[in-house]
Nanobody
Framework: QVQLVESGGGLVQTGGSLRLSCVASERTYSTYTMGWFRQAPGKEREFVAANRWIVGSTYYADSVKGRFTISRDNAKNTVYLQMNSLKPEDTAVYYC????????????????WGQGTQVTVSS
């Protein structure tokens, strides 16, 4: 199975920026959708952003539109999440995920998951 490893999390102040990376152990096929989810304590895991390389499609949750950008480098088997204008409500464990089909926003639709990386935004 595909192994995914996130990195780049940390502590930043409100308004700051952070870039998360997720490296896959195997080729991230152009037909795959790569996504980012996040989960705060006591809350359900929620969709953040997704990208499907083969059709050049991206999709963002309303809460992060205009602030976050998802991108991929298939040659490096890596997906990124650039986070700008961070807010305290962005604090969560961020997970990358992959599925063989198209854009999806529900966690159960993704077959492969990373271990998560903590992002904390201080006020």
């Amino acid at each position: 199975q595909v192994q995914l490893v996130e990195s780049g999390g940390g502590l930043v102040q409100t308004g700051g920026s952070l870039r998360l990376s997720c490296v896959a152990s195997e080729r991230t096929y152009s037909t795959y959708t790569m996504g980012w989810f996040r989960q705060a304590p006591g809350k359900e895991r929620e969709f953040v952003a997704a990208n499907r390389w083969i059709v050049g499609s991206t999709y963002y949750a309303d809460s992060v539109k205009g602030r976050f950008t998802i991108s991929r480098d298939n040659a490096k088997n890596t997906v990124y999440l650039q986070m700008n204008s961070l807010k305290p409500e962005d604090t969560a464990v961020y997970y990358c995920a992959a599925r063989s089909g198209g854009i999806a926003t529900m966690s159960h639709e993704y077959a492969y998951w990373g271990q998560g990386t903590q992002v904390t935004v201080s006020s």
